[in-house]
């Protein structure tokens, strides 16, 4: 086992408790450097989990295949688990929490045995800021690791913030736990303890299932916070107009998902306000926390640094800041190999490839 960086016997305890639980043969810290990174892409192109696709027209990019039936989030096996149902609100579905653990427990027990458990410190928000929120997700996934680096700030500097920070039991850290187990979907949960500040994924190797600081930490969990503290956790976009006068002003604008939130966020302004001065741009396409300053405004964060998004309908007349985006270090997921190592997906500039290899 590797040697654990940090003294935060909180932190080490959990992290052992949870390794025994899983039959973990080794434990691995995500420190955030760009050789350890490196290496994770190497890792897993060798072991067929990432194809490396054509480095001169998608530097830094891969591909990644998730199971066949494993491909969106499994809302009917999304859990919200509180002590009284009437506290999950009408839009979640509820589960009791000692019938939830005893469940997943099931599961999780073995399930990484002969593989490495990755232990991840991420801080959702600028590492430090007071309006950022610590978890540690432990996971036996290299591609939840790899995408983690994109969409968080981890490694190092959040450990350090956590040897520093007070760590009252309740707002400590956020304790998620995933493993892909046999990525059986009668064996898949996503499961959340607010009361308990854990997130427990079972059974997935699908990003909006595994990566626990997205949808699961900066909504779900952070919803439950952010009522205690009196902020808000929002399923917004946040973007930035800049007049010719220099006056700022920003938006914050909520849709359901695939309606548009990213494509808003990263408007092009028409080519006569630009000639005017107009300036726009994205502060976050997804998540805004939101607290009212002592004077009445309103002031919100991204908590995310990357994107995460589906592809479908995404062109260059539809989001070209985007397709820009995409062109370097990005994870593709169940889309087009197309013959030249490029990949393409419904909607996407040109023509429909004559072949290709589809997910």
């Not at 002031?299 to 985007?322: D, K, L, Y």
Request: charged share 25%; net charge positive.
């Amino acid at each position: 086992m590797e040697k654990a960086p940090t003294t935060n016997k909180k932190l080490n305890d959990w992290i052992n408790k949870m390794a025994k639980i899983c039959a973990a043969e080794r434990i691995v810290w995500i420190d955030g450097s760009d050789e350890q990174k490196l290496s994770l892409e190497q890792e897993s192109v060798a072991s067929g989990e990432l194809i490396r696709l054509n480095q001169e027209k998608l530097p830094g990019c891969f591909l990644h295949r998730s199971a066949h039936d494993d491909v969106s989030r499994t809302e009917h096996l999304t859990f919200v688990c509180t002590r009284k149902k009437r506290d999950v609100g009408p839009n979640n579905n509820w589960m009791n929490p000692a019938s939830a653990y005893r469940k997943a427990k099931r599961i999780f027990k073995g399930a990484m045995a002969g593989r490495t458990m990755y232990v991840i410190p991420f801080s959702m928000g600028p590492v430090g800021s007071a309006f950022s929120k610590i978890g540690v997700e432990l996971t036996d996934s290299r591609y939840v690791v790899l995408n983690m680096l994109i969409m968080a700030r981890c490694g190092q500097a959040v450990l350090k913030q956590l040897e520093t920070q007070p760590l009252r039991a309740e707002a400590g850290f956020t304790k998620c736990l995933h493993s892909k187990a046999q990525l059986d979907i009668n064996k898949r949960l996503i499961l959340h303890f607010p009361e308990d500040n854990t997130i427990w994924s079972v059974g997935s190797g699908y990003g909006g299932n595994v990566l626990l600081g997205k949808k699961c930490l900066s909504l779900r969990i952070a919803s439950f916070v952010a009522s205690k503290e009196k902020w808000m956790a929002e399923h917004m976009l946040i973007m930035g107009i800049e007049e010719p006068n220099g006056h700022v002003e920003y938006i914050a604008a909520a849709f359901p998902s695939a309606c548009g939130k990213t494509n808003l966020a990263m408007l092009v302004p028409p080519q006569g306000l630009k000639n005017k001065g107009y300036r726009i741009w994205t502060v976050g396409d997804d998540i805004s926390w939101m607290r009212v300053d002592s004077d009445g405004s309103l002031w919100a964060i991204n908590p995310e640094t990357g994107f995460f998004g589906v592809a479908p309908g995404t062109n260059s007349q539809a989001n070209p800041n985007m397709v820009e985006t995409v062109k370097k270090n990005t994870i593709y997921t169940n889309v087009l190999l197309k013959p030249d190592n490029t990949v393409w997906w419904e909607g996407a500039d040109g023509e429909v490839p004559e072949t290709g290899i589809d997910w």
